[in-house]
């Protein structure tokens, strides 16, 4: 969208909802015309691209126009959920190139896997348009330095998909850390203890009919086909995934630090930004199978930001069928008076001897976040999740932690340079070695 048509979408926006306050003042509903809505274009049809698939389509104030998919098994499904949403199909590509391309749409949203994040963002924000990019930001940590560099040069609104932001649930549970009812908060914490299963050592095979694997791979090097490769398993191989930190961990460490970052205020502390430190330990002590990634880890990372030092810590045992705090997954926050523990439905915050300081509780749809999106592309106002000031350091706590479970030591970060200091060997784990042609890393 050009900044002419821009303005003019807003204006549009701004007169739509005069008239929308004048039609619902006589009690009647207020429609959005068709012609006023957001215009987005999905890349992805299946996953979390169908939950975003659903939720935007439902949205009165989108206009879902198309989809993208190098699947063709997957693409239809999303075409017909969309379709039964808004009561029009949107049109069907293979090729994710042509959304970006087409100059009637307004925004882009990302359901890939992490290794197709970066890409479409950043050629995304080059063609002027806004963008909705599920977590973690990229790949690797230079890759969401260049996305948020794109998003910087081309002044657009980015989201990233950690929607636990944009929930009352953690809205309440921030107003309440405010409070300063916890004391002086130093520690956090974040953890994943559900339970998920192995995935075996599958042979390699021949790709589906209808699907463009050559497009599937690539950034990545080129691999023959195997089912650990492709949908829903991609994740746990460092070509394409962040395993389970860069999965589920992203969102409790992202839950951490706006809890935290809440109690910095409270305290007058400056509020926690990069780690200055990083370490991890652990590795593959359950399962025996295909993964990369540990199943059991513990990563500490330290804060030393104006002389408050602060702690965070990050345990997953993903082979564990019980709760940890009353949890499966969750973040908590720790003080002299008192703690508070957060779930994927409730918190609770608990005194001294155990009682009750404050509840809330909240689903966590993504709903409100597209509606957040939604609102920030008109007002031109940070979204909850912001990929620069919030979605960037979340997806860096993933992909540090990685590194330092690989390498095996404490590794010190530089925030200014986002690089690690005096470390070779992870600081090459910092991007791929070599980017798979024509999928090259665009330059902003």
């Given amino acids: ?96 190139r042509r959304l970006i391309d087409d100059n009637t749409i307004d925004a882009v949203v990302i359901g890939t896997p992490d290794h197709w994040h970066a890409i479409p963002t950043i050629l995304a924000c080059q063609a002027g348009k806004d963008v909705y990019v599920e977590k973690p930001d990229g790949h690797n940590i230079v890759e969401g330095m260049r996305m948020v560099a794109a998003m910087r040069k081309h002044k657009r609104i980015v989201q990233m998909g950690s929607q636990h932001r944009s929930t009352k649930r953690l809205q309440t549970a921030i107003e309440f850390v405010k409070s300063g009812k916890l004391g002086r908060c130093v520690v956090a914490k974040a953890w994943e203890s559900s339970k998920q299963g192995a995935i075996g050592f599958p042979p390699d095979g021949t790709p589906p009919a209808g699907v463009d694997y050559e497009m599937w791979m690539g950034p990545a090097p080129r691999r023959p086909f195997n089912v650990n490769r492709f949908h829903g398993r991609w994740r746990w191989l460092h070509d ?94 720790f003080g002299d008076r008192g703690y508070i523990v957060m779930g994927n439905s409730n918190w609770t915050a608990y005194g001294r001897g155990g009682q009750v300081l404050g509840q809330g509780e909240g689903d966590s749809h993504e709903a409100p976040h597209v509606q957040n999106f939604i609102d920030c592309i008109k007002s031109r106002q940070k979204p909850y999740c912001d990929l620069e000031t919030v979605g960037h350091p979340a997806s860096v706590l993933c992909h540090a932690g990685n590194i330092a479970a690989r390498v095996g030591r404490t590794l010190k970060f530089d925030p200014r340079l986002e690089v690690f200091l005096g470390d070779d060997e992870a600081n090459a784990l910092r991007t791929r070695s070599a980017y798979r042609k024509p999928w090259t890393l665009p330059e902003v």
């Fill in 240 to 333: 394409y995934g962040t395993g389970d930190l860069g999965n589920d961990g992203v969102h409790r460490l992202d839950m951490a630090v706006a809890l935290l970052n809440a109690a910095c205020e409270a305290q007058g502390d400056q509020q926690v930004g990069f780690p200055s430190s990083i370490s991890a330990h652990g590795g593959k002590w359950y399962f025996d199978d295909a993964q990369q990634f540990p199943d059991t880890m513990q990563v500490t990372y330290d804060y030393a930001a104006g002389g408050h030092t602060k702690m965070l810590t990050y345990e997953m045992r993903v082979w564990t069928p019980y709760r940890y705090l009353g949890h499966s997954e969750g973040a908590a926050v």
């Fill in 1 to 96: 969208m050009t900044e002419s048509s821009r303005r003019n979408f807003l204006q549009r926006s701004s007169a739509l909802t005069t008239a929308g306050l004048v039609v619902a003042k006589f009690g009647q509903a207020a429609a959005v015309q068709s012609s006023e809505r957001v215009r987005v274009g999905i890349i992805g049809a299946g996953g979390r691209a169908m939950s975003l698939i659903n939720s935007f389509s439902s949205n009165a104030s989108v206009d879902v126009v198309a989809i993208a998919d190098l699947d063709a098994n997957r693409l239809p499904k999303g075409l017909a959920a969309a379709e039964k949403n808004q009561q029009h199909r949107p049109r069907g590509e293979g090729d994710f």
